[in-house]
């Protein structure tokens, strides 16, 4: 099982899993060249790389608050196949082996609100699923994906899982950084997407991050290793070589939302330049 728990200051934080799912390796990995990601992702024939959807559970001052609710489960056969979508486990087995269920919770946060972070905001009558907790989003995001363009309009379902939960009134809309509980906060991180916000607990001296898709797996902590997903690829580097070093210099636990192997790592320097991720130990 994919499970891992560890403990920051007085939080319990919990790495959880929807399942994993294939992207295209030379849309995950932008200008940087196969000759050079194959050697950190091993592709399929038709060059997706394997990636995870990794929730993440912050049990903290007695609230339960779930970063990211998962893949949206009903684009069909169509939709599975492309993305090469496998449920070997899903965000409601994790929550019921930490014997909880999605009444539990009282929180959701959702970093953007793509189909593989914010999919199961909804449940398959089309209510929201934790009908019990707040969603917090960015302004900016929500924004976005009511007005999507182009390059962007692929990544939002809006009927589906969005409008649902707008017309419950549950979204909590944020306006850059914000403090959800004492050491708990969201910050910006946009690049991916204008809206983006990762998710900050700082307790007891101690540090975690979940970078959304700043940082999407272990592969990308090399500050050029930016998604051609990126509506802002320059964007998104400056704010990689903003935040990796803070998060370096305070011993960070970095949670990646989308690493197919590991749950949490720590920054390390990389001799070539930069930061690589080493992983915790499980």
């Not at 070997?88 to 959702?110: H, K």
């Not at 272990?218 to 070589?241: I, Q, W």
Request: glycine share 8%.
């Amino acid at each position: 099982m994919w499970l891992h728990s560890l403990t920051i200051g007085r939080a319990r934080v919990t790495s959880l899993t929807d399942g994993s799912f294939g992207l295209d390796g030379g849309a995950m990995f932008g200008v940087v060249p196969k000759v050079l990601w194959s050697k950190v992702a091993e592709a399929d024939d038709q060059n997706r790389v394997r990636l995870r959807i990794n929730p993440l559970l912050i049990q903290l001052d007695g609230k339960n608050v779930l970063v990211e609710t998962g893949m949206w489960d009903r684009g069909g056969e169509k939709f599975e196949s492309m993305f090469a979508l496998e449920r070997d486990e899903t965000v409601f087995s994790g929550l019921r082996a930490m014997g909880l269920e999605p009444s539990d919770i009282d929180l959701v946060i959702n970093t953007h609100l793509h189909f593989d972070h914010a999919g199961r905001n909804v449940d398959a009558q089309g209510k929201p699923t934790f009908a019990r907790a707040s969603y917090l989003v960015q302004a900016q995001e929500l924004y976005d994906a009511y007005h999507a363009h182009e390059r962007s309009r692929g990544s939002y379902y809006v009927d589906e899982y969005i409008e649902p939960v707008e017309r419950a009134g549950l979204f909590e809309r944020v306006e850059g950084e914000a403090e959800i509980l004492p050491g708990l906060r969201v910050l910006p991180a946009p690049g991916h997407n204008l809206g983006q916000q990762a998710v900050i607990l700082e307790s007891e001296g101690q540090t975690l991050v979940y970078t959304a898709d700043l940082l999407p797996s272990f592969a990308h902590a090399p500050y050029p290793y930016v998604m051609g997903y990126d509506l802002y690829p320059v964007t998104c580097l400056e704010k990689r070589k903003e935040l990796f070093p803070r998060w370096a210099e305070a011993a960070a636990v970095i949670a990646p939302p989308h690493d197919p192997r590991h749950a949490f790592g720590r920054f390390e320097p990389n001799p070539k330049g930069g930061y690589r991720l080493r992983a915790l130990p499980r």
